[in-house]
């Protein structure tokens, strides 16, 4: 082995060492105990660690870079460890813009995650909407967590099969606009996501008194549980 071999392992070695020591302190300050480790808040740290360590461990492999080459890797990987950094640091903002980008253009996507639960992200205009079916008929619904049961639109409950002789506009409700009368009735199954509500008591708005069906209590009362968590719906069936 030259002497220029030897000179490049040993500084190969103290590098290694540096990063070794200063990945450690960066973790926990020299820690005693196993428990007094904290990846969470240092992880940028060490993303950034690691970036440089990649770059001075490249340039002793490949040999000695050109200036021109030096300051080329410098804002590559300077630029890379910002990314890295700040999207670790941001990540929960990153995630709940992605929600809100979903809503934006999915919005009534009912999406059903892993463990089962269904997942509805809020809307541009701040609303939870369900994209549902109604005895097989698509149905656009407004979570109305104040209404008692579930309304039907005149339309939406036309394409859910119920008829005109069906519909006795008798029971008093109070609304926005005031008193109204909405029909009684009894829905075979409604489906949101991989969920199916079924013998659901509801009612029908008369024509045009009603711009969107609205999700309400006696279907949300068959779930396990429901809550809002920030921009998210999370519907436990």
């Not at 910002?82 to 640091?89: C, E, H, Q």
């Not at 698509?138 to 979570?143: A, D, E, G, I």
């Amino acid at each position: 082995m030259s002497g220029r071999e030897i000179a490049r392992f040993v500084v190969l070695a103290v590098i290694i060492g540096a990063c070794v020591a200063a990945g450690l302190y960066a973790v926990a300050n020299w820690p005693t105990q196993p428990e007094d480790f904290d990846f969470d808040d240092t992880g940028p740290r060490l993303v950034a660690l690691s970036a440089l360590a990649i770059v001075f461990l490249a340039s002793l492999v490949f040999g000695q870079p050109k200036v021109r080459d030096i300051l080329k890797g410098i804002v590559f990987w300077g630029g890379l460890t910002a990314v890295l950094v700040t999207g670790y640091t941001y990540r929960a903002e990153l995630v709940q813009g992605g929600y809100r980008v979903l809503g934006a253009l999915a919005p009534g996507l009912a999406v059903t995650q892993e463990d089962g639960t269904i997942l509805i992200v809020r809307d541009a205009t701040g609303h939870f909407v369900l994209d549902g079916k109604v005895n097989e008929a698509p149905v656009h619904f407004l979570l109305d967590t104040g209404a008692s049961a579930v309304v039907l639109t005149y339309e939406d409950a036309r394409k859910a099969g119920f008829l005109d002789t069906e519909l006795v506009f008798r029971v008093p409700v109070s609304t926005a606009n005031g008193r109204a009368l909405v029909a009684p009735i009894r829905i075979s199954e409604i489906h949101v996501g991989d969920a199916t509500f079924r013998n659901i008591r509801g009612f029908v708005a008369r024509e045009g008194a009603l711009e969107n069906s609205l999700f309400g209590m006696t279907a949300l009362d068959r779930l396990q549980r429901w809550h809002i968590e920030g921009d998210k719906l999370v519907m436990v069936p």
